[in-house]
Each structure stands twice: as C-alpha cells, then as structure tokens.
C-alpha cells in the first residue's frame, strides 16, 4: 500500500507530511473489497480494463492540477485504480491462460521474466 511512514519535516505546514500517498493508501485499501465486488457482478477484465483507463486518465490530467485539492483528488482517483493490477491480474490471467502453471504466468504477467 502507499501509506507512507510519519517522519518529521519541518518545512512543511500540513500536520500530516505525506496527505498525498496517504489518500492513495486508503484508497488502494477501499478498492481491494469494491472493485472485487463489481468484479463477481460484471467480471474481472471489464473492471481491469475500466481501472487501467482511470489511471490513464488521471495520469493525463496530472499536469493539470494547479491546487492541493485536485492533486489529492487525483491521488484518490489513482490509488482507486490502481489497485485493481494487483488485486484482479492474477484471476484475470488465470482466466486468460488456466490454472495449470498459474504461479508462472502470473509471474511473467508481473515481471516480465
């Protein structure tokens, strides 16, 4: 997850010194259970497919933000998103290519080795 450790800055104003990767944790934790649940109802590679363009879109949209708010929007957003690649490419790579050696194709659909 990318909740981050708390560390002194003392630059910073904010009483929390990450907010940004801390809303992507607890957006990554949210979606775990949400996006399994839309997964069981409309299967797996739709809502892959629907994060993987969400994040498409927030990454385009990045360059964008000129407030502390929208940046932490879209940090919700991606972390939202995100967390889909790890909780659901595995099924659907099972999916895609059987049980049989699952543990090999998954890893090759993650690392590429």
Do not use: E, K
């Not at 649940?37 to 000129?66: E, F, H, N, S, Y």
Request: charged content about 5%; overall charge positive; hydrophobic content about 50%.
């Amino acid at each position: 997850m990318h909740i981050t450790p708390p560390t002194y800055n003392p630059a910073s104003t904010h009483p929390y010194p990450y907010p940004h990767s801390q809303l992507a944790g607890i957006a990554t934790a949210l979606a775990r259970f949400t996006l399994g649940a839309v997964a069981d109802r409309i299967g797996p590679v739709r809502v892959l497919q629907l994060c993987q363009t969400l994040m498409a879109l927030t990454a385009a949209l990045w360059t964008q933000c000129r407030s502390p708010a929208s940046i932490q929007a879209l940090m919700f957003v991606y972390g939202f998103a995100g967390s889909a690649f790890f909780s659901l490419v595995p099924v659907v790579t099972a999916t895609f290519f059987g049980l049989q050696r699952a543990s090999g194709n998954i890893a090759l659909v993650f690392f590429g080795c």
